[in-house]
């Protein structure tokens, strides 16, 4: 285990398994549950480290794929590391660049030494291995590294999702071994299946790293097909080491997950919404581009938690996303991450106070 | 005059003619030369208002054709003004809407009536009197409305330089007719022809307009065109009104105007430089994607005044706009106005304390 990474258990809801908990890192504490805001190329698209900073987050993610591309993690290294090229105080997670590197590029072929692709930037042939990426994520010098997985595509046949895990309790192995500082986290594979999530856990969990993570879901699948993964593979993690469901997600599947024992998530969905004008609202998502908020002077949700959100309405937003104004993606990604920064801190104070129906009525609805 | 706007002339400079003064306005005093940084559809490109208030702006600039067309002044007018709509607290100056007619409709068409032509968004034929450029402008509820004008372009003729200075000067007591509330600047044409700037200044300043222009210049003409042409006209100016120079510009060009007498200024370079990867230095403007910045941890300029500029390094800059990232345009859109904000600055100061051969030193390579 790594010195750089503590896990501290503050309690567990009894009638939820929901747990409240503290991640120590070398760039602070993390309250979890907690939600982090992808910053796939060093930067949460539109925002500041500053923004991220007020909204509260206290970890983000970022992806080794892209950052390994374009600037090149050698680059990052010798500029002191993605903490001080991005400038975020805070700490940093970074995948392994397996998912891009299946979900992004092309004629990628995998074998037990790697994964041969070509750059989806200009189709150079590269090759990722455990190592190369345990290389990358040194060199980023980020908080906790994720394990070279291999994450299969939904649907898929119980052969593929068999060779899957397979392949990735090897490189598990081997991940481990390379990375030279800093934390590590292990995932589980084994697709919808129940005995291979379980062989998946018992392997993995074997292992010394320093949290692990439930990967392969959210690739497509539908919710009902999801939440028995999560509720069936959470308890299967140790109780003294973070749990991260990777991907997840929508409001309704983190407070599942969280319900299963969760501590981490992360998900593109409200950045990117808020790039293609959907804000998240405690009734629900809505399209900041609709007739009605045309000459509507107050914010989408009267309960939002975007600091400028009394100061922006809903008319002046949906002028800025019709006239193509940049501005329109800023306030609007400000404004999810704020609901996502809420959700989160909601969460948290519902597993201390036992409020946790009070909570799930509440976002009913979200 | 309008009862809103009054200008205070603190000091000239007795060896430049430079003028140190403050408009009081109802949305504050402004304190002179100032800048006003352009946001062409209620929002300066990238920046929220609070970015605005940050770096020390009173005076913004908006663009009377774009609004009228989208979202409308109309709906602006509805929901409480162009101040609210925009949260700005600060005071709104708007063009006529003459300038972009001019410049981006199609199939434009002057008569002594108004002028004809197609929104550039649709297609929508469309007409603007001098009487419809009050109204909109009075709908946005701006505190410095400009009258319409004939702009025509460089080069031109002296027969289209003379008929575009004559409907000016026709359409100025219309508009000073048409404009029901708030202040209204009077605009000089005449294009290079001292004789006919003499013939327009004789006429547009016995109008009780509450502030004079110099409208023609910065219309694709040479520097060395520009400012024989402010030099003659800025004296022609009353000396108990603001003076404002249209869409110029450079800061050497700044430097020049103000040393003629010239108090307030627009442009759109430093917000469409920065976009385009360019930013204002000491050193003059550099390319922000240039190799040299590729590894360099520190700032572009050591003097930069952006307050995040020791956040964020040159190497950092160049790979958000490489990797096409939103936050490169806003990091480096406020590093320009940054600039602009900290030349106006020390100019009024060199004006209070005589200190005018030292800004010229200071900003030679600028």
């Not at 692709?117 to 590269?126: R, V």
Request: net charge negative; with cysteine; hydrophobic share 35%.
């Amino acid at each position: 285990m790594s010195e750089g990474l503590h896990y501290e258990l503050l309690s567990t809801c009894p009638r939820t398994g929901a747990r409240r908990g503290r991640i120590h890192t070398p760039h602070g504490t993390v309250e979890t549950p907690c939600f982090m805001p992808v910053g796939t190329q060093g930067t949460v698209k539109t925002l500041g480290s500053e923004d991220l900073e007020a909204l509260g987050f206290e970890l983000i993610l970022s992806n080794t794929y892209h950052l390994g591309l374009r600037p090149g993690s050698e680059l990052v290294d010798r500029l002191g590391g993605l903490h001080k090229f991005m400038s975020w105080k805070g700490a940093i997670l970074t995948d392994s660049g397996g998912y891009q590197v299946m979900s992004l590029s092309n004629m990628r072929k995998i074998t037990d030494e790697g994964v041969r692709f070509k750059s989806h930037l200009d189709g150079t042939e590269m090759f990722l291995t455990p190592e190369q990426s345990m290389k990358i994520q040194d060199e980023l010098g980020v908080d906790i590294a994720m394990a070279l997985d291999v994450c299969p595509p939904y649907p898929c046949s119980r052969d593929e999702a068999v060779a899957a895990m397979h392949q990735t309790h090897r490189w598990a192995t081997r991940c481990l071994e390379a990375r030279k500082k800093g934390a590590l986290f292990g995932i589980v594979q084994g697709g919808v299946h129940e005995d291979l999530r379980q062989e998946s856990a018992d392997f993995i969990t074997k292992l010394p790293f320093d949290g692990f993570a439930i990967g392969g879901v959210s690739v497509g699948e539908p919710t009902e097909m999801q939440r028995p993964v999560v509720k069936f593979a959470a308890p299967l993690l140790p109780k003294d080491k973070p749990r991260y469901l990777m991907g997840v997600g929508h409001p309704q599947d983190i407070i599942h997950a969280v319900r299963c024992g969760i501590d981490m998530f992360d998900c593109v969905l409200p950045t990117r919404q808020a790039r293609h004008h959907s804000l998240y609202t405690m009734q629900g998502r809505v399209n900041a581009m609709a007739q009605k908020w045309a000459e509507y002077n107050g914010p989408h949700d009267p309960e939002s938690m975007f600091p400028q959100s009394e100061r922006y309405s809903a008319a002046y937003l949906r002028h800025l996303f019709k006239a193509k104004e940049p501005l329109g993606a800023r306030i609007a990604t400000l404004h999810n991450l704020a609901f996502y920064a809420r959700l989160m801190q909601e969460i948290r104070s519902a597993i201390e106070n036992d409020g946790w129906e009070e909570l799930e009525e509440r976002y009913k609805n979200a």
